[in-house]
C-alpha cells in the first residue's frame, strides 16, 4: 500500500532553487541545523505536502486519530495493569543486571554457578548444567537470586535431553536402605547337562 507522500510531487522539486539542496534548504544553512532542526524541518515539509492533497491529507487524519486511539487504549491498560508491569520491569531490570555482571565477571559469576552444583554429580553433568545456567543468563532469561532453582531446573532438562531418568542403576540403594534392586532379582539355576541330554533324547 503507497503512503500519501507517494502521490504528490517529490522533494526534488525544489532542487531547481540555485544553491539549495533538494529540500529547498541552501546548503550552508543546512549544514549548521542540528539533527533535530532538520528532524523538524522534514516533519513540517512533509505535513505541507500532504495538505496540498485532499485524497492524501484525509488518510494522513485517519492514520493519526488510528495511532491516537491505539495511544489512549495503552494508556488505560498501562493504569489497569500497574502493578502487573512494575513486577515485569523489575524482573526485567534483574535479568539484565544478572547478563551484565556475567559479561563483566564471568569468572566470579561462573565460580558462583558451580558451587551451587552438587559435587556428587558426574563431572560432564556438572559442565553440561553449569554451561545451560550460563546460556540462559546470557539470553537473559534467569537471574542470580535463587541459583539453587536454577540448578534443579537445569537438571531437569539435562535428564530430560540425555533420557538418563529412564536409567535405573541395580546397584544403586532403593529408599535410602542397603537393600539394592539386584537383590530383588531371583537367581538364575545352576547350569546342568543333563537337561540338555533329556532334550535330545
Known amino acids: 500500500m503507497s503512503s500519501p507522500a507517494d502521490r504528490i510531487k517529490p522533494y526534488a522539486a525544489l532542487s531547481h532553487i540555485y544553491g539549495a539542496n533538494s529540500y529547498g534548504v541552501p546548503r550552508g544553512k543546512w549544514g549548521k541545523m542540528t539533527a533535530k532542526q532538520k528532524t523538524a524541518f ?14 492524501a491529507h484525509a488518510e494522513y487524519k485517519a492514520r493519526v486519530n488510528g495511532h491516537l486511539e491505539w495511544k489512549e487504549c495503552y494508556a488505560r491498560w498501562k493504569a489497569a495493569n500497574r502493578d502487573r508491569q512494575n513486577a515485569y520491569n523489575r524482573a526485567y531490570r534483574k535479568r539484565a543486571k544478572a547478563r551484565e555482571a556475567m559479561n563483566i565477571h564471568p569468572n566470579e559469576v561462573y565460580a558462583i554457578i558451580v558451587k551451587a552444583i552438587p559435587r556428587a554429580w558426574p563431572k560432564h553433568m556438572q559442565d553440561d548444567i553449569a554451561g545451560m545456567i550460563c546460556l540462559d543468563i546470557l539470553e537473559n532469561r534467569a537471574t542470580l537470586d535463587r541459583v539453587d532453582h536454577l540448578v534443579k531446573a537445569a537438571s531437569t532438562r539435562f535428564h530430560r535431553t540425555m533420557e538418563t531418568w529412564k536409567t535405573k542403576s ?13 537383590d530383588l532379582l531371583e537367581a538364575p539355576a545352576p547350569y546342568d547337562g543333563a537337561h540338555e541330554e533329556e532334550d535330545r533324547s
Open 170 to 182: 541395580l546397584d544403586a540403594p532403593m529408599g535410602g536402605t542397603d537393600l539394592r534392586r539386584i
Open 42 to 55: 522534514r516533519g513540517r515539509l512533509y505535513r505541507e505536502r500532504i495538505k496540498a492533497d485532499p485524497e
